[in-house]
């Protein structure tokens, strides 16, 4: 070690003497140890980011393909087998070949695609626009950041609240980052791509990016947790988020699915979905539904959808400071009344009753006047009124009530004569969600104490009891048309929390579990049933709606039409008889309705799902993907999805 | 929304990112302190965004930054004064004055040094990480790795000499080429 290099060191450490600080300012006085000096310090620039930045990527997330060659072609420098030494003056001339190949290359695109842009301007990320708060993440800690600083290599940027947002233009403005609410992204170096890394790294949240044109055709690359989305061609537009995972907007990309190194591409209008491990592409439905009435967010509780029988009328609920919770309107555009309760909504199977929770009680409206006719009282105040679902005879309202806190009941009501007919306390933790079997004999209740029990419709004997394995508790309930078949909607039982819910099919006969839906990012709160059982519609706490081939056991298409917000914990969804109209009300206070002309038009949809959805074929080794020629010829469930999602 | 991307902010950016190694590397070693040169580094940027908003004319980029970083270094000493931080702005003008006597254009030795760090061995990758990623002094890493402390900074000046013959090959392997 020179002596002046010692001695700067030392000064680095802050361990260097008067006497010595004077002796490196002499050497310092020396050309040439300044000019050794200088080259030091751009050698520490680099260490530093170098560093901070492969510290980052170092978490296997390259697919196992790609892992596999490296192995391989890693075999060949460290430790040599006889066979590669043998070969290798073989694959020096490969080497030769393909640098001259190169050379000729680069010298046809340089001549072809004129001077390229200068590498300097590939490696910045500047922060364009910010609204709200946002902070730049490094070393462990977070700093707050100002629109026009620079992201370095290496560095987080996390936007702050839900409603922040943030533009990060990147590579001189060729691509265009906007950040969504609590987002975290990671801007990886240039040098950690050159190896196949991803350059971006979305650790939490949503992310938009337009790719404008790509320098040097060095693709895109975002890393989410599902897997990795890269942008192969200039005047690309993607999502990438935690609830959506990968959707085109416009352009193409091809989506790489960590778990198993499969591969997708992914075309305008579509979003990667998984089933039971195989990736394939799903259609994204646009459109923004028009919105029938607001809700003041006040509160994080249940929420509750839900049309009348004939399919005019319209009920939504939640819980509002005012006591108002309730809305009940025509589903054409109209006057939408506000109403004295709260969380659950029901229509009486003639349409002329709406009863709706109100604290710890059942309040009962003329549906057409939204007059107060009677008020159902039992039990204690504490017990609050959850969840309301009439018999389908119309004759008996079943009401769940309970907290997390509190023991959960389940009553059953004459409300012509306001009589209760039984009432259990059912469960040790609150009641979550009720449903009838189409008959009428069972009624179903569920509860935060992760059961579902099977109760006696008349007498209100319980007949069984079915305790979610997986510690997840059910938000909503659905019979299916064959009257054996119910649809439990099942997620933590902290909704707050981001992990994947699952729609769980249950044979009540058999007691036996048919099947597991996941694809949704968090809890499910809300199903229904469509097109006699063949389609499954669900709602959950990741702002989506999902419609599932039941048959095939896999998600089809999306909507995402609400926004997230903070405390979300709910979506519900409710489809009208004639499932024209779908209706949702999220927590971001808005109840939307969405017309699906297509699901009870379409064609294909009155064959078995088996021939409904012949989109889906198998492409090589197993990956699936969505043929759009197969989807013209079938008819039109291409173009429904594509345009027939209306306001 | 606040917004800042004008053609002008996106040169200086491009202009700035090139440099920017050499610029953090003076930095660092003036202030031994990652998260102090990273705020350092940025404060830089900011203020040549508000010169070129101002219209002020800056005729060699690389030089006003490393002079708005050495009135930054010394201002974060005089804060630090307190805790005994060794301050010398006659040495800040030295490695100012080494760095200025470089020709500006790093761009190809720093491409050179990232390959070569790619190559390094993994033990000294985490003698380098210690130092360049967690920010730890000698006598931190003598502790965790049981070694001692001049052998540490042996081999971390070893390992920082083999880097930059590396690049050096590299380049004039490059320079080489027909």
């Not at chain 1, 890269?230 to 999502?239: D, I």
């Not at chain 1, 409206?365 to 939204?370: K, N, P, V, W």
Request: glycine share 8%; with cysteine; net charge neutral.
């Amino acid at each position: 070690m020179k002596r002046w290099h010692e001695l700067f060191l030392r000064w680095e450490e802050g361990s260097i003497s008067e006497a010595e600080l004077t002796e490196l300012k002499q050497w310092l006085s020396d050309v040439e140890v300044r000019r050794e000096l200088a080259e030091e310090l751009l050698l520490t620039g680099v260490l530093v980011e170098a560093f901070r930045a492969q510290q980052r990527l170092s978490l296997p997330v390259r697919p196992a393909a790609d892992r596999a060659r490296e192995w391989s072609s890693g075999a060949g420098t460290v430790g040599r087998s006889q066979w590669a030494r043998s070969a290798a003056w073989l694959t020096g001339l490969a080497v030769g070949v393909a640098l001259l190949t190169w050379v000729a290359w680069v010298l046809w695109t340089n001549l072809r695609l004129g001077p390229s842009i200068p590498e300097e301007e590939q490696a910045f990320a500047l922060l364009a626009e910010l609204e709200g708060e946002a902070f730049v993440v490094a070393q462990q800690e977070r700093r707050p950041i100002r629109a026009g600083q620079l992201l370095l290599p290496g560095q987080s940027i996390a936007t702050s609240g839900a409603a922040s947002q943030a533009v990060v233009n990147f590579r001189a403005d060729a691509v265009h980052m906007r950040l969504g609410g609590d987002t975290v992204l990671y801007v990886a170096s240039d040098a950690d791509t050159s190896h196949g890394r991803p350059l971006l790294v979305l650790e939490q949240g949503q992310l938009e990016v337009s790719v404008d044109r790509l320098i040097r055709r060095r693709q895109i690359s975002v890393r989410t947790p599902l897997g990795i989305a890269v942008a192969e061609q200039e005047q690309t537009v993607f999502h990438v988020s935690e609830a959506v995972g990968l959707m085109v907007v416009r352009g193409e990309a091809r989506f790489t699915y960590t778990a198993t190194g499969q591969s997708v591409r992914v075309g305008a209008g579509q979003y990667v979905a998984v089933a039971d491990g195989e990736v394939y592409t799903a259609r994204y439905l646009g459109g923004e539904g028009r919105v029938w009435t607001h809700f003041v967010r006040e509160f994080t509780d249940t929420v509750s959808v839900t049309f009348s029988r004939d399919g005019r009328w319209l009920a939504a609920a939640t819980r509002q400071r005012d006591g108002l919770g309730v809305r009940l309107g025509h589903v054409e555009p109209g006057e939408v009344r506000a109403l004295a309760g709260d969380r659950s909504v029901a229509f009486s199977p003639d349409g002329q009753v709406l009863a709706a929770g109100d604290s710890g009680n059942v309040r009962l409206y003329d549906a057409s006047t939204g007059e107060t006719l009677r008020v159902l009282e039992w039990g204690e105040r504490r017990w609050t009124t959850k969840y309301l679902t009439f018999s389908p005879d119309g004759r008996w309202l079943a009401v769940g009530k309970g907290n997390r806190d509190s023991v959960g009941v389940v009553e059953v009501w004459d409300w012509r004569t306001g009589k209760l007919v039984w009432a259990r306390l059912g469960h040790p933790r609150g009641v979550t969600a009720l449903a009838y079997s189409p008959d009428g004999r069972f009624l179903l209740s569920a509860s935060l104490d992760q059961t579902v029990t099977v109760w006696d419709g008349a007498q209100g004997e319980p007949r069984t009891q079915f305790l979610l394995v997986n510690g997840h508790v059910v938000r909503s309930m659905a019979f299916a048309p064959d009257g054996r078949t119910v649809a439990l909607a099942t997620g933590p039982a902290d909704t707050r929390v981001r992990r994947a819910g699952q729609i769980v099919l249950w044979d009540v006969a058999s007691e036996r579990v048919l099947a597991k839906l996941h694809g949704h990012g968090r809890a499910v709160s809300s199903v229904a049933w469509a097109a006699a059982g063949r389609i499954l519609i669900s709602g959950s706490a990741d702002t989506t709606i999902r419609f599932w081939d039941v048959e095939r056991r896999r998600e089809y298409a999306m909507l995402q039409g609400h926004r997230a917000e903070v405390g979300f914990e709910a979506l519900a969804v409710a489809l009208s008889p004639d499932e024209t109209w779908l209706a949702s009300l999220s927590f971001d206070g808005t109840v939307k309705l969405w017309r699906l002309g297509w699901l009870h038009d379409e064609p294909t949809m009155k064959r078995p799902v088996a021939h409904a959805f012949p989109a889906f074929l198998p492409l090589k080794g197993g990956i699936y993907a969505f043929d759009r020629e197969s989807a013209q010829s079938a008819g039109s469930l291409g173009a429904l999805l594509k345009g027939d999602v209306r306001n | 929304m606040e917004s800042m991307s004008t053609p002008s902010a996106k040169e200086l950016a491009s202009r700035f990112m090139a440099e920017r190694h050499a610029l953090l590397g003076f930095i660092y070693s003036m202030v031994r302190n990652l998260t102090a040169a990273e705020d350092i580094f940025q404060e830089v940027w900011l203020r040549l965004q508000e010169a070129s908003e101002r219209g002020e004319v800056i005729t060699d980029l690389t030089k006003w930054c490393r002079g708005v970083a050495k009135n930054l270094i010394l201002h974060y000493w005089r804060e630090k004064r307190t805790r005994k931080v060794v301050v010398d702005s006659e040495l800040l003008d030295l490695v100012e004055q080494a760095l200025n006597e470089q020709p500006d254009k790093w761009l190809e030795k720093q491409r050179a040094l990232m390959e070569c760090i790619e190559q390094l061995p993994q033990k000294a990758k985490q003698l380098v990480q210690m130092k360049y990623e967690e920010g730890l002094s000698f006598a931190a890493m003598a502790e965790r790795l049981q070694r001692s402390m001049e052998s540490l900074k042996m081999a971390l000046c070893r390992i920082r000499q083999a880097l930059l013959k590396c690049a050096q090959r590299k380049l004039q392997a490059m320079e080489a080429l027909p």
